[in-house]
């Protein structure tokens, strides 16, 4: 799979859009930066507004998902709404569109904790998932901290901004 | 609530042959009014530095919460 390098560029209204490339996924974290640094000089030399981010996405082979066809209750404006706290008291939001509906209590719209699925979710964030190695790979918030609690697990509703 | 669960915790643990349980695990031996509260339990045994937890993909390809006794 590759790694898509996404720059973010703001005119003077204060709309902003993105220019994406991609390129493989073999290279060295720094080696990525530095194309990536080298590319958003490149753009900024040709546009007019200002470069607001320069990130770095992963894309991830998702063959081996389950999940291949959308039910009919599915709808991606049915958001569940996570939010956790890091060591330095930061907030880390995760909005997961088209939760299933199962896991919401209907009376309060909290999502249920005490389901192992969720579960999985929640304590990803606070303790990580172990991959090859023993190693766990533990979410963070921008800047580094670590994620270590749950403030809030409930489902929202918002427009995707998507109609087809 | 959450000291009882934790001591059920702590008596799975300490029952298992690796000092490992799961989350799924946890549901099949307390009562269903208490599931929702397992992962607050879980939170305070891991601040007690009795236990530690994380998600692994297990050989049948799920996801599952692991808690782990800390020697």
């Given at each position: 799979m590759a790694i898509e390098i996404?720059?973010?560029?703001?005119d003077r209204a204060g709309k902003r859009a993105t220019s994406s490339v991609f390129?493989?996924?073999t290279f060295l974290r720094a080696q990525v930066e530095l194309f990536a640094l080298q590319w958003s000089q490149i753009i900024d030399d040709i546009i007019l507004g200002v470069i607001r981010s320069v990130t770095a996405i992963l894309h991830v082979d998702i063959s081996a998902l389950t999940?291949?066809?959308p039910t009919a209750s599915s709808d991606v404006e049915e958001v569940g709404a996570f939010e956790f706290v890091t060591t330095d008291g930061n907030r880390v939001k995760c909005n997961v569109p088209g939760i299933n509906e199962l896991l919401v209590n209907n009376d309060t719209g909290q999502?249920?904790?005490g389901q192992t699925a969720i579960s999985n979710l929640i304590s990803m964030f606070e303790d990580g998932i172990s991959v090859t190695g023993g190693i766990l790979i533990h979410p963070t918030d921008i800047g580094s901290d670590d994620i270590v609690g749950t403030l809030l697990a409930e489902e929202r509703f918002r427009n995707s901004g998507r109609r087809r | 609530m959450l000291?009882?669960?934790l001591e059920v915790v702590k008596t799975e643990l300490d029952n298992s042959e690796n000092g490992k349980t799961t989350f799924s695990h946890l549901k099949t031996v307390l009562p269903e009014s208490r599931h929702g509260r397992i992962l607050d339990a879980l939170r305070i045994g891991r601040s007690q530095g009795v236990l530690k937890k994380y998600v692994t993909k297990?050989?049948?390809g799920s996801m599952e919460?692991?808690?782990e006794k800390v020697s």
């Open positions: 996404i720059t973010e560029v703001e390129i493989l996924d999940n291949n066809t999502i249920d904790t | 000291e009882e669960i297990l050989e049948d919460t692991v808690i």
